[in-house]
């Protein structure tokens, strides 16, 4: 168990739907990030928040937002989805936001948009 | 742009004998080097690192060799045993604005036959 907890596990909509995937983050972690993985894919980097700022984002897109809470659990926003969105989504957390971070990763929410 | 590349998808390998996984990367900026295993509906887990001041760590039946000048880092499982079945993924992370968020490869299905 990382102690990275994300809700829920499974996630089945339509197309043109909203969906929010939760996390929080291991005891002390300050850092937060997501990255989703599609079929055959690797993992691609979305965004990183650390202490509730936004540190750093990736090939995330327009239609999806993120934000980091005071209590540090976060929450990744997928607005007008397509099929094309069905993917594990995962959230990873670390103490801070150097070089030398060891990402510690939740067990993934698997998103189907049908 | 593919700046993490583990080239192999599979690899087979005998019970008892040395697996041996390999990663390439472009990015020079890259300076901290990671090793992930995930398992089917598991989120990766952590299982070595090393640093780019190095060219090898060692963590029981774990060895990460480092060739900066080839940028080519590789992974070794002495002796592999059929627990180690998973996806291995190479991570990196690096450079002024990485603030710790990694770059992944592929992954490689590494299957260890009893």
């Known amino acids: 168990d990382s102690g990275v907890t994300q809700t829920p596990k499974h996630l089945i909509t339509a197309t043109g739907q909203r969906v929010t995937l939760r996390c929080s983050p291991r005891?002390?972690?300050?850092?937060v990030y997501w990255y989703q993985q599609s079929l055959d894919q690797g993992l691609q980097f979305l965004i990183q928040y650390y202490n509730g700022e936004e540190r750093a984002k990736g090939n995330i897109l327009e239609r999806f937002s993120a934000q980091q809470f005071p209590d540090l659990h976060s929450e990744l926003n997928l607005s007008s989805l397509e099929l094309g969105d069905s993917a594990l989504y995962f959230c990873?957390?670390?103490?801070?936001?150097?070089?030398?971070?060891?990402?510690?990763f939740g067990s993934g929410t698997q998103l189907s948009v049908l | 742009d593919q700046q993490v590349k583990q080239n192999s998808p599979s690899l087979s390998v005998q019970e008892g004998r040395i697996s041996i996984l390999n990663c390439d990367y472009t990015n020079s900026m890259f300076d901290y080097f990671l090793w992930y295993k995930k398992y089917p509906a598991e989120g990766p887990t952590f299982l070595i690192s090393i640093s780019s001041i190095k060219d090898k760590n060692e963590d029981g039946r774990f060895t990460v060799f480092l060739n900066k000048s080839a940028k080519h880092l590789s992974l070794h499982i002495v002796p592999s045993q059929p627990g180690d079945s998973a996806v291995y993924f190479c991570a990196a992370s690096g450079g002024g604005t990485s603030y710790g968020k990694l770059t992944f490869g592929q992954g490689t299905i590494l299957t260890v036959h009893p």
């Open positions: 990873a957390s670390s103490p801070s936001w150097g070089s030398n971070e060891k990402l510690f």
């Open positions: 005891s002390g972690d300050l850092s």
